[in-house]
């Protein structure tokens, strides 16, 4: 067993935020109650988490573990590792490895190795199409008595509105959410960052926020046509916000991730370091404050990463060629407190709602701190200054616009399953 | 005043003063292409790698002419003998390159910032010969340089730019070399190569964007047009009559410009479709003294990354033509 003591417990399910000792029994949580006033056995191992938050364990709606095809960039236990450092105790990995998670032999594949070798849990995500060629549905249900979770394209949108009515259709029988990379391909072709003043005065080719936001007004009609349940993911336009409020003002089962590197960074940072080039790329000045206001009240349901690591010789080209994408576990938190509750812009209960809550909710689980629940927490300081050092990350790859960044607050202790996996 | 640019990858970042010392110290060696033996000693025993990624005829040549008149050596590498159809990614190449000891890299790239990527990881001075759409620095030069030679200032000009401006890495040092010295800015061609942003580019310049070349060349003291790219002409499609209709440079629209306007362009040109070959022939235009001046611009930039040399050091042409003659042609 393990107790973890005087620990401030915050729980948005219950709105808990009180000083509270949780017990927990293997993958269970057994017992929570007054900070001294839980009983355990003899032998209990006692985490002290005087000063720090104790928070439902933090889950990533959206993350490249590259494993299987491409793990000279990361395998499921390096990227699951960094997540252990970033407080993540569930990630759900995007289906473009090669080959493709688009049959429950790769899924299984995944899960096995998991398993054997992640830190975290790993939820996967299956294909939408075969191959995600936007031709032929996958294999879904096969696929969801595998494991999925959910169903994407990701990397790109489902191809036609055609196949992703079908999919939408589809996944609504069988209780499966469906994720949408946004984008409309022919409008954003061949573009690296983001259009506006900067990528024309750089002369890099920008693709306009609408190439996004006329994808997710399509998904958000298709959502409402067919009742599914569509998740839009790394969300970074303000236009594209607008109709998500609008599906949600409709009641449609409609919901939205953003990235940090979206509420913190914006297209004028560019300056041809592929360390910022990303898809979607770094949008405008007023798009970020828009995901920041969508953040405050509500319309945005979770922070995911995108985590996207690219070896080296992949990623140190010039800024037309280098892959999009960049890390984002281990910063992920420290961007939040910085950008969010530092800032005053969200309350820390609302920010950990957008880790945790948020998140299980689109998958459509519960997550709380409260008896009988997995044994997962997320415990993290509020107070340390810490610097980022992208050599030290478990991470194979390097590609962090953040590296050498200066945080107040970050992960102390990841839980999984009742086992300490990452300790500060 | 002395420069401390170690390499030239954008006229952007460049003051007013800087710029106009690289201006001033391309004087002396525009007056040795008037020379019959126009060969100087300066860099003898340097070598210059011009690197060219992307196919270039007259700014390669130019090039390599300057780094000859000034006495030094160049290595040549051409995209198409290059080993980056091999797989060889550009840093490896540019590291090969470097490994045979040239003292200053003259590098040509289609992908915007490919100059400025390179440059961080090299010690020796780089020059920006043209990256994808972002800046041709010496062009910049040389264009300022002609439009001083012909009016005698290149202060507080109305400037108009015709054609496919989004895609113009001329364009973009033209702004930000004349826009420093009160240069009011015009920018005219079809929509989509000419989107409003353009007009926030450069901070302090004043830049509009408008459709009609009949209201673009109204009062102008310089234009500079741009070559139709024929490629983008596919990409979207647009019919080039429609372009010759309503955006070709010719005798009768030229009238709206001020009286001692100039027409200048980069070459090379596509007569018939932005230009008519009576403006290009013409008493108004400069295309070939921009080539002539090409050369003295880039002379006087591998002269002082190279030799470091600043205000105070004897200019290397003045050794060769007493100062008077020198100033004669002012």
């Known amino acids: 067993m393990l107790l973890i003591k005087n620990g401030r417990v915050l729980d948005p399910v219950s709105k808990t935020d009180a000083t509270l000792d949780v017990l927990l029994d293997g993958e269970k949580i057994k017992e929570v109650g007054p900070a001294g006033r839980v009983a355990s056995p003899q032998g209990t191992e006692v985490f002290d988490a005087r000063g720090m938050v104790v928070a439902p364990g933090f889950i990533d709606l959206h993350v490249h573990l590259r494993e299987p095809g491409q793990e000279s960039s990361e395998t499921i236990e390096t990227g699951t590792q960094a997540a252990a450092r970033g407080g993540f105790t569930a990630v759900c990995c995007m289906p473009n490895t090669k080959p493709v998670n688009d049959n429950a032999s790769v899924t299984r594949f995944i899960l096995d190795r998991a398993k054997v070798g992640g830190s975290v849990r790993v939820w996967p995500i299956g294909a939408a199409s075969v191959g995600s060629k936007g031709e032929a549905i996958a294999e879904i249900a096969a696929m969801k008595e595998a494991g999925i979770v959910a169903v994407s394209d990701d990397g790109k949108p489902i191809a036609t509105a055609k196949l992703a009515r079908q999919v939408m259709d589809y996944c609504r029988s069988l209780e499966l959410p469906v994720i949408e990379h946004s984008e409309d391909v022919s409008l954003a072709g061949g573009a690296v960052m983001r259009e506006g003043v900067t990528s024309t005065r750089l002369g890099l080719r920008g693709m306009p926020a609408a190439a996004e936001s006329v994808c997710v007004a399509r998904d958000v009609q298709l959502a409402e046509l067919t009742g599914a349940r569509l998740h839009v993911a790394h969300l970074s336009a303000k236009a594209s916000l607008e109709q998500v409020r609008w599906a949600k003002s409709r009641g449609l089962r409609v919901s939205c991730e953003v990235t940090p590197h979206h509420f913190t960074l914006i297209d004028e940072d560019v300056q041809y370091d592929s360390k910022f080039k990303m898809n979607p790329p770094l949008a405008a000045r007023e798009d970020r404050e828009a995901l920041l206001a969508g953040l405050a009240d509500g319309t945005v349901d979770a922070i995911a990463t995108d985590h996207a690591p690219h070896e080296a010789a992949l990623k140190d080209v010039e800024f037309d060629r280098a892959p ?9 938190l420290g961007l939040a407190l910085e950008q969010l509750v530092q800032s005053g812009r969200l309350s820390l209960m609302r920010m950990v709602e957008l880790f945790t809550t948020g998140p299980a909710r689109v998958l459509g689980i519960e997550r709380k701190i409260a008896a009988g629940q997995p044994a997962d927490l997320t415990i993290f300081g509020l107070n340390h200054t810490w610097t980022y050092h992208v050599k030290e990350s478990p991470s194979k790859s390097r590609n962090s616009p953040f590296d050498g960044r200066n945080f107040k607050g970050g992960p102390m202790a990841t839980i999984v399953g009742g086992r300490i996996v990452y300790k500060q | 005043m002395s420069h401390n640019f170690r390499d030239l990858l954008a006229l952007e970042p460049l003051t007013a003063d800087e710029l106009g010392f690289l201006l001033d110290q391309s004087k002396p060696f525009q007056e040795i292409q008037k020379h019959p033996l126009k060969k100087l000693a300066t860099l003898r025993g340097k070598t210059v790698a011009l690197a060219f990624f992307e196919t270039s005829t007259r700014t390669r040549i130019s090039f390599g002419t300057a780094a000859s008149r000034l006495g030094a050596d160049s290595m040549n590498l051409q995209a198409e003998a290059s080993s ?15 490994a045979m000891k040239p003292d200053c890299l003259v590098m040509r790239h289609a992908a915007s910032g490919a100059t ?23 062009q910049g030069l040389l264009d300022a340089l002609t439009i001083r030679d012909r009016l005698g200032t290149i202060k507080n000009l109305n400037v108009t730019i015709l054609g496919d401006i989004l895609h113009s890495r001329v364009a973009r040092s033209n702004i930000h070399l004349l826009g420093k010295f009160g240069c009011k800015f015009t920018l005219c061609g079809p929509a989509m190569w000419v989107p409003r942003e353009l007009e926030k580019i450069a901070p302090g310049t004043p830049i509009r964007c408008v459709y009609r070349i009949e209201e673009a060349l109204e009062g102008a003291d310089v234009i500079i047009m741009l070559r139709v790219q024929t490629e983008r002409l596919d990409d979207p499609p647009l019919s080039a009559n429609d372009y010759v209709l309503l955006y070709q440079l010719n005798a009768e629209r030229l009238r709206r410009a001020s009286m001692n306007a100039i027409v200048l362009h980069p070459g090379p040109m596509n007569r018939g479709i932005e230009i008519t070959p009576e403006v290009a022939d013409g008493p108004q235009s400069c295309v070939l003294e921009q080539v002539t001046n090409g050369v003295a611009v880039r002379m006087a930039i591998l002269y002082l990354l190279i030799s470091g040399a600043t205000e105070t050091d004897a200019h290397p042409a003045l050794e060769v033509k007493p100062k008077e003659s020198a100033n004669a042609s002012d």
């Not at chain 2, 400025?116 to 010496?138: F, K, Q, W």
């Open chain 1, 324 to 332: 999009f994408g960049i890390l984002g576990f281990e910063t992920a």
């Open chain 2, 84 to 98: 980056l159809k091999k797989g060889e990614t550009l840093l490896d190449t540019v590291f090969n390159l470097n």
């Open chain 2, 116 to 138: 400025d990527y390179v440059a961080r990881h090299l010690d020796i001075p780089v020059v920006n010969a043209g990256d994808g759409t972002h800046e041709h620095p010496s």
